[in-house]
T-cell receptor, first 114, second 117 residues
Framework: GNSVTQMEGPVTLSEEAFLTINCTYT??????LFWYVQYPGEGLQLLLK?????DKGSNKGFEATYRKETTSFHLEKGSVQVSDSAVYFC?????????????FGQGTTLQVKP | SAVISQKPSRDICQRGTSLTIQCQVD?????MFWYRQQPGQSLTLIAT?????????ESGFVIDKFPISRPNLTFSTLTVSNMSPEDSSIYLC??????????????FGPGTRLTVL
């Protein structure tokens, strides 16, 4: 069945460091891929998405490229801030034209220190 | 984007009791979903609730334990029945909404944090 695997956390970085959170997936067909973020005490928010191979999703300085050949969707940011401290979830949807059932990775906690 | 509210935001319950969680959306949506996030774990889909039809449950979740109502296009409830400490989780509802073109996005409510003693 479909699944998502994320790198284990927590990831601890200093402010302005480069961030990579790895995400790989297993899926049949052509899934859509997402990164969600959960800030402390808040609900889940969509950070970025990509709906087909080679698409690059971007938002708030974060980027992720849909790599079908490596079944990956790694999250990157060139310079993290303390305010980026949160839990990040990679997810996929196999629905065509709709999100349908989202399958989430286990989440990666990011801690950014000043 | 849809604005979703949930009630209660948190609760502490005794084992053997039931709790009903409400999810209210500020716009009409066809598809609503209920997820569970156990402590330190990822989100797991419990069921899909479409207005006018029975909810569709995922493997490992049954209607007797998690009955769902969907009386209209802006509201749904999830009941956690005969609770045990293993039901302690955050329960989230989400909705699917057309973002642009034909592509849909899923938006999440703030969650209900349930602790069962």
């Amino acid at each position: 069945g479909n699944s998502v695997t994320q790198m284990e956390g927590p990831v601890t970085l200093s402010e302005e460091a480069f961030l990579t959170i790895n995400c790989t997936y297993t899926a049949t067909g052509y899934p859509s891929l997402f990164w969600y973020v959960q800030y402390p005490g808040e609900g889940l928010q969509l950070l970025l998405k990509a709906t087909k191979a080679d698409d690059k999703g971007s938002n708030k300085g974060f980027e992720a490229t849909y790599r079908k050949e490596t079944t990956s969707f790694h999250l990157e940011k060139g310079s993290v801030q303390v305010s980026d401290s949160a839990v990040y979830f990679c997810a996929l949807s196999s629905g065509s034209g709709n999100t349908g059932k989202l399958i989430f990775g286990q989440g990666t906690t990011l801690q950014v220190k000043p | 984007s849809a604005v979703i509210s949930q009630k209660p935001s948190r609760d502490i319950c005794q084992r053997g009791t039931s709790l009903t969680i409400q999810c209210q959306v500020d716009s009409q949506v066809t598809m609503m979903f209920w997820y569970r996030q156990q402590p330190g774990q990822s989100l797991t889909l419990i069921a899909t609730a479409n207005q006018g039809s029975e909810a569709t449950y995922e493997s490992g979740f049954v209607i007797d334990k998690f009955p769902i109502s969907r009386p209209n296009l802006t509201f749904s409830t999830l009941t956690v029945s005969n609770m045990s400490p293993e039901d302690s989780s955050i329960y989230l509802c989400s909705v699917e909404e057309t973002s642009w073109g034909s592509y849909n996005e899923q938006f999440f409510g703030p969650g209900t944090r349930l602790t069962v003693l």
